[in-house]
């Protein structure tokens, strides 16, 4: 499993990106797809996931009410509309495919652990 980021880019505050993933390789043990970041010498943290089969969705507090994860499974391609940005959103973006229990997602978790096949990821620089 692979995936691949796009669609990053510079904003000023308040205005808006979407990013995009597309996952490649076998899903089959997968049950979500997520949005991580990580700015510099901080730890990835999840932003967003989306299980796959139910559709239901996680957001990081920090981005609830203003990043939407969306998904087309023909496309095997994965969004994160992001708006209302802020400096503190700037971070290189990644996504990745992996298996979350339903407990850890009924937490409004959204762990690095269980997501492997990392792409290289997409810069957000936002200024003030």
């Known amino acids: 499993v692979q995936a691949q980021e796009s669609g990053g880019g510079s904003v000023q505050a308040g205005g808006s990106l979407r990013l995009s993933c597309v996952v490649s390789?076998?899903?089959?043990?997968?049950?979500?797809v997520a949005w991580f970041r990580q700015a510099p010498g901080k730890e990835r943290e999840g932003v967003a996931l989306?299980?796959?089969?139910?559709?239901?969705?996680v957001y990081h507090d920090s981005v609830k009410g203003r990043f939407t994860i969306s998904q087309d499974t023909a496309k095997n391609t994965t969004w994160l509309q992001m708006s209302s940005l802020k400096p503190e959103d700037t971070a290189m973006y990644y996504c990745?495919?992996?298996?979350?229990?339903?407990?850890?997602?009924?937490?409004?978790?959204?762990?690095?652990?269980?997501?492997?096949?990392w792409g290289q990821g997409t810069q957000v620089t936002v200024s003030s």
């Open positions: 990745a495919s992996g298996y979350v229990k339903l407990n850890i997602q009924a937490l409004g978790l959204i762990p690095t652990g269980p997501f492997s096949g």
């Open positions: 390789g076998d899903t089959s043990l997968s049950n979500c």
């Open positions: 989306l299980n796959t089969n139910t559709g239901k969705t």
